[in-house]
C-alpha cells in the first residue's frame, strides 16, 4: 500500500540533520503551471516530526501533544489557499498571513515598523512635494521678477550705455565718439532721477508717460530746447530697445514729439568779438587760469568739438596745396577729414 500523506508540510532534506528546522509548504498546480513554496515561519524538532510521519497512529499522538503547533500549521494551510485563489496572487501578502499565524509578536513587530516606515515616508513624501511646490513658487516669482526686470527702460538705458562705452554696441560698424558716450550717460543719469524705484516698463509708454518725463523735465528747470533734445534721445533708446526686440511696443515712438519752442523761451545767443578774445588772449594770467583761457581760445579760434580741439598735435599743422597755414582733424564723432584755416596767429603761438 502506498504511504499515507499525513502532512503537506515538510523539512527540506538539507536540513534534516539539524536538531531544529523550518516546515515548508508546496503547493502545485501543473495545470495552472503553479509551483510555490511557502516558509511556515514555524521550526520544529526535526527527530520528532519524522517520527511522527512514520504511521498514523505517530502522527496522531504528535498532534495530540503539540495541539498549538498543529493549529497554527492548519491555519497557515487555510491562509495558503485562501490567498492562492485570490484572483491576483501576492507572495509577499501571503508570508505576511503566514508569520501572523506563526509568530504573532514578531509580526505585529513588523507592522508596526512598516506602519512607522511609510508614515515616515508619508511625512518626507508630504515635505519633498511641500518642498517643490515652494521652490516652484519661488522659481515663478524670480521668473516673473526676472521679466519684469527685463521689461524695465532703465536695464536696457543701462546697458545700451555700458555697451557703446565698451564697444560691445557699434554705430553704422564704428564705435560711438567720447562725446556721444558721455551725453548718452548724462541722459542715464537724467533718467534715473525721473524713475527712482526702476519700475517703467516699455509697455508704459503713452502719451501720458511721456508728458509726467515732460513734466518732470521742467519741473527741473530744464528749456524748451532742452527738454525736446533729451525727447529726441529717449525716442532713440526707445527705437534701439524695439530693433532689438526687448519691446513689441510698436507705438510708443508716436509720443515722444517735440515741444514747440516759443520766442520767449530761446536763449539768448551770446558771443564775443574778434577785439574781445584778443584782449583775453593778452590778460596776464598764470597757471591754472591760463591753461583753461588758452584751451576756451582755442576753440574759439577752431570753432571745433572739444574732443577734436584738445587732440591737436604738432603734426596736425599743415600747409594746403594752395600755401594756407590750416589744422588737419579727422573729427572723431563723424570721422571725417577737414582743414581748419588759421585765422588767428595767436592760435599756433598758444599751441
Not at 521742467?218 to 525727447?231: F, I, P, Q, R, T
Not at 511696443?249 to 551770446?270: G, W
Amino acid at each position: 500500500m502506498p504511504k499515507v500523506l499525513l502532512s503537506r508540510f515538510f523539512i527540506r532534506k538539507k536540513d534534516k540533520d539539524k536538531a531544529f528546522a523550518t516546515l515548508f509548504y508546496r503547493y502545485q498546480a501543473p495545470k495552472h503551471g503553479v509551483d510555490m513554496l511557502v516558509s511556515s515561519q514555524v521550526k520544529v524538532d526535526v527527530a520528532k516530526w519524522e517520527e511522527a510521519l512514520s504511521s498514523e497512529q505517530a502522527w496522531l499522538r504528535h498532534r495530540e501533544e503539540n495541539g498549538s503547533l498543529h493549529l497554527k500549521l492548519q491555519l497557515i494551510e487555510v491562509a495558503i489557499m485562501d490567498q492562492i485563489k485570490d484572483v491576483i496572487f501576492s507572495k509577499v501578502e501571503l508570508e505576511e498571513k503566514v508569520l501572523a499565524i506563526a509568530e504573532p509578536r514578531i509580526a505585529e513587530g513588523l507592522r508596526l515598523k512598516q506602519q512607522m516606515e511609510e508614515e515616515r515616508k508619508r511625512l518626507e513624501e508630504e515635505k519633498a512635494e511641500q518642498e517643490r511646490q515652494q521652490k516652484e513658487l519661488e522659481e515663478e516669482n524670480r521668473r516673473r521678477e526676472e521679466q519684469k526686470r527685463k521689461n524695465a527702460i532703465w536695464l536696457y538705458l543701462s546697458q545700451f550705455c555700458d555697451e557703446i562705452a565698451d564697444g560691445t554696441r557699434l554705430n553704422n560698424n564704428q564705435r560711438y565718439t567720447s562725446g556721444t558716450v558721455k551725453s548718452w550717460k548724462s541722459f542715464l543719469k537724467l533718467y534715473e532721477g525721473f524713475d527712482k524705484e526702476r519700475v517703467y516698463m516699455w509697455q508704459e509708454i503713452d502719451r501720458k508717460f511721456v508728458a509726467r518725463f515732460v513734466a518732470y523735465l521742467e519741473e527741473g528747470g530744464y528749456m524748451a530746447k532742452s527738454v525736446n533734445k533729451y525727447l529726441v534721445t529717449f525716442r532713440c533708446l526707445v527705437g534701439n530697445a524695439y530693433k532689438d526686440n526687448v519691446h513689441n511696443n510698436d507705438r510708443a515712438l508716436q509720443f515722444f514729439m517735440k515741444k514747440k519752442v516759443e520766442e520767449h523761451q530761446k536763449a539768448i545767443e551770446i558771443y564775443l568779438t574778434e577785439a574781445e578774445l584778443d584782449a583775453l588772449y593778452k590778460m596776464d594770467l598764470d597757471g591754472k587760469k591760463r591753461e583753461i583761457r588758452d584751451v576756451f581760445l582755442v576753440g574759439c579760434y577752431t570753432c571745433q568739438r572739444v574732443s577734436d580741439y584738445s587732440d591737436i598735435r604738432p603734426d596736425s599743422f599743415v600747409t594746403t596745396q594752395g600755401g594756407n597755414k590750416a589744422i588737419r582733424f579727422i573729427q572723431k564723432k563723424t570721422k571725417t577729414e577737414v582743414y581748419v584755416p588759421i585765422m588767428n596767429a595767436n592760435l599756433h603761438r598758444i599751441c
